[in-house]
T-cell receptor, first 109, second 114 residues
Framework: AQRVTQPEKLLSVFKGAPVELKCNYSYSGSPELFWYVQYSRQRLQLLLR??SRESIKGFTADLNKGETSFHLKKPFAQEEDSAMYYCALPGAGSYQLTFGKGTKLSVIP | DTAVSQTPKYLVTQMGNDKSIKCEQN?????MYWYKQDSKKFLKIMFS???????INETVPNRFSPKSPDKAHLNLHINSLELGDSAVYFCASSHPGLAGYEQYFGPGTRLTVT
């Protein structure tokens, strides 16, 4: 069964420190993985998807099939990065996404 | 232009009432969704519609009934509201094909049942 695990509910880092938000997945086949972000009281929005292999707002994520991980990283955290981050992968149904439970990132000034 | 819009933004009502939340998207997408985000920020899919037809119906009480009058709209009607229904409800849409998993979310409707 498809499953996404985000082990940290809350991650606090100081401004300028590196950030790594963990995501592990369980999926049969070749997964397509996503990171979505939700800033305070705003809508959920796509941050990046592994297939495009791009860096958005300084964030990158590499799919590691051996470790079944898709960790989100940023070398230097900024205060505006404070938000809820959700890892997601395709669910059982057509175009269904299964989301992890989310990690709240808090960047301390 | 707002891509996915929801009304109302806030909804406060009493237990036992019936209420509706409306969702509209102007992206020309074929697939629309309803998600529930609880107080712990867990995000869970409730329903998915493709071209006005229901394709996903997760374990949701039958007090919740989605209605899709056309491809651009997916409304959520809730009967006999309960305290546990308090949450933020998000509508989303996506386009089929390779980009099918990139979903565009509405701003959310914060429902409070007292």
């Amino acid at each position: 069964a498809q499953r996404v695990t985000q082990p940290e509910k809350l991650l606090s880092v100081f401004k300028g420190a590196p950030v790594e938000l963990k995501c592990n997945y369980s999926y049969s086949g070749s997964p397509e993985l996503f990171w979505y972000v939700q800033y305070s009281r705003q809508r959920l929005q796509l941050l990046l998807r592994h297939i495009s292999r791009e860096s958005i707002k300084g964030f990158t994520a590499d799919l590691n099939k051996g470790e079944t991980s898709f960790h989100l990283k940023k070398p230097f955290a900024q205060e505006e990065d404070s938000a809820m981050y959700y890892c997601a992968l395709p669910g059982a149904g057509s175009y269904q996404l299964t989301f992890g439970k989310g990690t709240k990132l808090s960047v301390i000034p | 232009d707002t891509a996915v819009s929801q009304t109302p933004k806030y909804l406060v009502t009493q237990m036992g009432n019936d209420k509706s939340i409306k969702c509209e998207q102007n992206l020309g997408h074929d697939t629309m969704y309803w998600y529930k985000q609880d107080s712990k920020k867990f995000l869970k899919i409730m329903f998915s519609y493709n071209n006005k037809e229901l394709i996903i119906n997760e374990t949701v009480p039958n007090r919740f009934s989605p209605k899709s009058p056309d491809k651009a709209h997916l409304n959520l009607h809730i009967n006999s509201l309960e305290l546990g229904d308090s949450a933020v409800y998000f509508c989303a849409s996506s386009h089929p094909g390779l980009a099918g998993y990139e979903q565009y979310f509405g701003p959310g409707t914060r429902l409070t049942v007292t």
